[in-house]
Every structure is written in structure tokens, then in C-alpha cells.
């Protein structure tokens, strides 16, 4: 899967998961039959908003009850990767469990041209927010246009 806007290409990388409404569907299907434990933790993905302004590439991701010590992030040869934890409760034993819980992990493929020093990340209400500066000549440049 990738986005393409205004010439810039962003591609996200395989998260190891398969589609999450078939899992759903699944789900669905299989219970009466298989039956879930009611403790069973499924994989988590988290659900990405990607945007480009002049000057930065704009990143947020869903993270819903996950602890800032439990998100880490690196670049490493231009692929931005993001793990982040939400631990399975154990203090309580469920009668029922929808929510999951677990591992989350992008893989995101970054254009060459960004500022790699100045990348800054911040989580908030459940939400990862991650700014990427374009490196300077990769900015749009704005040309004044006066009247004569």
C-alpha cells in the first residue's frame, strides 16, 4: 500500500498482520465452534493519517491505552519503524474481551530528502503524532508575485 500526494511517496511496510475486518469476519464464524478464552489477546493494529505541509510530512497513529514507556520509535536507512505495547490486563479476570492487546508495529519508508536531527514525536489522549521536516531543498519555495 502506498500514498501518493503531490509527488511525495510514502510506503508502509507489511505489518506482519492480515486484513483486520477478515479477522473479524473469522472471528465471527469460528467462535461458536472453536470457542476464544475470554483472556486471549489478538494482534493490534493501529490505524495511520499521513499529510504533507511545505515544510514538514506529518505522521498520527492510533494508540489507545498505551504508555508512553511502552512506545519506541527509530530510523534506521530511511524506514521509520514504531513499536508500541498495550499490555494485557492482569489484575482482572474477563467475562468477555473485545479490545485487543499486544504488540503494534509500522514499518513506514521515508523520502530521502528529510531532516533526520529534527524529527519529533509526542503522544497525547492516544494519539502518537510524529513531525518529519523536509529537508531544506526539498521545501517549497515561495516566489512573490508583485503587481505592475
Not at 52 to 59: A, L, V
Not at 94 to 103: M, S, T
Not at 109 to 120: N, V
Amino acid at each position: 500500500m502506498s500514498t501518493v500526494r503531490n509527488g511525495s511517496r510514502f510506503t508502509l511496510l507489511p505489518m506482519g498482520t492480515w486484513n483486520p475486518e477478515l479477522g473479524t469476519l473469522m472471528d465471527h464464524v469460528l467462535q461458536p465452534v472453536l470457542g476464544r478464552s475470554p483472556n486471549q489477546t489478538c494482534d493490534m493494529t493501529a490505524p495511520l493519517s499521513i499529510w504533507e505541509t511545505d515544510t514538514h510530512y506529518h505522521f498520527e497513529m492510533d494508540l489507545p491505552g498505551v504508555e508512553l514507556s511502552s512506545v519506541d520509535m527509530k530510523l534506521e536507512k530511511g524506514v521509520l519503524h514504531i513499536v508500541a505495547n498495550r499490555p494485557v490486563r492482569a489484575d482482572v479476570e474477563f467475562i468477555r474481551q473485545e479490545r485487543c492487546f499486544g504488540k503494534i508495529e509500522r514499518l513506514i519508508s521515508l523520502p530521502d530528502r528529510i531532516d533526520e536531527e529534527k524529527i519529533e514525536a509526542s503522544l497525547s489522549d492516544g494519539v502518537l503524532s510524529i513531525q518529519v521536516p523536509k529537508a531544506p531543498e526539498a521545501q517549497v519555495k515561495k516566489i512573490q508575485v508583485r503587481f505592475k
